[in-house]
């Protein structure tokens, strides 16, 4: 492997890595804004700057030039501090001192690399610029005087999420993050652009103003709002969960995390049922929950076991459920199920219905055949990674269902389960050339009198 030297430390590099990949490896911090290792490379904030021999006697942004072999790589000669004092000093200019009421305060980029590597003071005394603020839906609260046009937000909205709803327009001090026509960011992974944001100019709107970071215990916990598993942190100050936050796991959502993942914490303080409810004469009336479990616990006695039955919901976890099956076994009743929707699940080898490859391997696939599911709307970060596979091309995609944008090109095949039945030449052409097909079948393929068919 080549090697290039980093402050005077040799370092072993792959090819094609950058400059900044290979001062990381080597120990070394670099600030930087802009870029993030699962987005394209944009290089326009600056911030990582490093003075590199051979070459030009000039700072040079990290993130954007490739590392070679024999390169001297220096990242805290005068040079570089007083680049970096200078960038951060522009990057402030326009900047608004709102730090004591932004929802980022405590835990800004902004506000730790100033700190770090910049001037205790400013010499700017002109008049700071403003921004109109953007409607960009329920989820996204936008304080567009405070962006610094890292377009963090432009390139996940784009690349990952498949909806170019955001762009930047205007030049210079003009220059600005829009929705294009006031419209509302169409993704079920909008929520990630506040996350990425690395300035308090895109915040969690159903958050806002809620806590503060220094305020919140953390516990690193499964989300349960979709067969993935998502990694998730659920943030909590005193009995009430504030929000939940994704984990880094790079073989399930990697670090990213659905809106109804994100945002469904909010049904656990508003909107919701808070109290048990008894059916007298045709109609319900709230109750005690003592008076609602002996109501519970005098018709369980009065029945058969063999009348008895209990069915788990599509939200329950798994130790509700084990408590569940343990009860209803205790009591003699062998009527459960948990196929509340009636899907011809059957019970037969796990390997037969599992998603064999796991999340992370559906990218090897070269052909992948989508069966009676909208992966776009049931398992959004499964669809980003359909999506990442598409755009590094190599794979075929065929749906056999229903027709819906899921932000990459696939072939149509057909809407239902006459269609497996025969199916199209063209789709037995590219699932039996391939050398690592995959299929994808959904529960919606599977209800119905041809679940068991499918």
Known sequence: MPIAKVNGVEVEFEP??????????????????????????????????????????????????????????????????????????????????????????????LQDQSMAYGRDGSRYAENKRAVEEKNMGPTIKTFMTRCIQCTRCVRFITEVAG???????????????????????????????????????????????????????????????????????????????????????????????????????????????????????????????????DAVAARLKAASADRIGVIAGDLQDAESMKATLDLFRALGSRNTDCRQDGAALGYGPRESWLFNSGLEGIEKADAILIVGVNPRIEAPLLNARLRKSWIKGGVEIGVIGEQADLTFDYAYLGAGSKTLAKLPKSAMDFLTKAERPAIIVGSGALNGEGGAAV
Request: aromatic content about 6%; proline content about 7%.
């Open 16 to 109: 094609g890595m950058t400059v900044l990949q290979v001062a990381e490896r080597a120990g070394q911090e670099i600030p930087r804004f802009c870029y993030h290792e699962r987005l394209s490379i944009a290089g326009n904030c600056r911030m990582c700057l490093v003075e590199v021999k051979p070459g030009p006697p000039k700072p040079q942004a990290s993130c954007a030039l490739p590392a070679a072999e024999g390169q001297e790589i220096f990242t805290d000669t005068p040079m570089v501090k007083k680049a970096r004092e200078g960038v951060m000093e522009f990057l402030l200019i326009n900047h608004p001192l709102d730090c004591p009421i932004c929802d980022q305060g405590g835990e800004c980029d």
């Open 163 to 293: 909806v170019p709803d955001i762009g930047m327009i205007s030049r210079g001090e003009d220059a600005e993050i829009t929705t294009y026509l006031e419209k509302s960011v169409a993704s079920e992974l909008s929520g990630n652009v506040n996350d990425l944001c690395p300035v308090g100019a895109l915040t969690h709107r159903p958050w806002q103003y809620h806590y503060r970071p220094w305020e919140l215990k953390k516990t690193e916990t499964i989300d349960v709002m979709d067969a993935l598993g998502s990694n998730i942190r659920a943030d909590f100050r005193g009995s009430e969960v504030m929000r939940v936050l994704p984990r880094v796991n790079e073989g399930i959502n990697e670090e990213w995390l659905s809106d109804k993942s994100r945002y469904v914490v909010d049904g656990l303080t508003a909107r919701r049922l808070d109290r048990p409810w008894i059916r007298e004469n045709g109609k319900l009336r709230a109750a005690s929950w003592n008076e609602a479990l």
